[in-house]
């Protein structure tokens, strides 16, 4: 017959408590940049543990919807939303977003391209389209858009913590536990 290992009562094992944090993107680009800006500023001892997921774009009524259902099922200590500022967010999306516990980012100006120029100090003009904004800053990465490593060396750590974008500069504060 086996005998039971019986545990010590005096030891007291070691528990990690992380934040979990749970952050969306409107597509996969926004992923991309998202988990790019994690990766350079993520140390391992970290207590905050983010899941960076995507939506499949669409308008900010549809993203904050299927957000909601497909997470909804998974407890987050906090959750994000980032959406592009040139669709304007109805209220009744704003409350649905607050209802399931989600807080919003916007890029701006007007998208995460927008944001991305911004952050190398170029002018983001007021009548430029996000895909306007797509065609002047995608030939300038590493490789694909939704690939993180696409954006390491035109966005490297120094880059990021120099930043005067709002928006960039609150995704960074979101990542590093700093709400």
């Known amino acids: 017959m086996a005998r039971k290992k019986l ?106 391209e927008g944001a991305l120029l911004d952050l190398l100090n170029e002018n983001v003009l007021p009548h430029e389209t996000s895909q306007q904004l797509k065609t002047r800053q995608h030939p300038r990465l590493d490789g694909k858009p939704d690939e993180p490593v696409s954006y390491r060396s035109l966005f490297p750590r120094t880059v990021l913590e120099q930043s005067r974008n709002a928006s960039v500069n609150r995704v960074r504060d979101v990542l590093l536990g700093n709400p």
């Not at 200590?77 to 500022?85: A, G």
């Not at 967010?89 to 919003?104: N, S, T």
């Open 7 to 112: 545990s010590r009562p005096n030891k007291k094992e070691k528990q990690t408590k992380f934040t979990t944090l749970l952050v969306v993107g409107e597509g996969q680009d926004d992923q991309a940049v998202i988990k790019h800006i994690n990766q350079e500023f993520r140390e391992d001892s970290a207590a905050i543990k983010p899941s960076i997921e995507k939506q499949s774009g669409g308008s900010p009524g549809n993203i904050i919807t299927n957000a909601a259902r497909k997470y909804e099922h998974i407890a987050y200590d906090k959750r994000y939303i980032v959406l592009d500022s040139d669709v304007p967010i109805l209220q009744q999306d704003h409350d649905k977003a607050r209802k399931h516990g989600y807080h919003i980012i916007l890029w701006r100006p007007t998208s995460l």
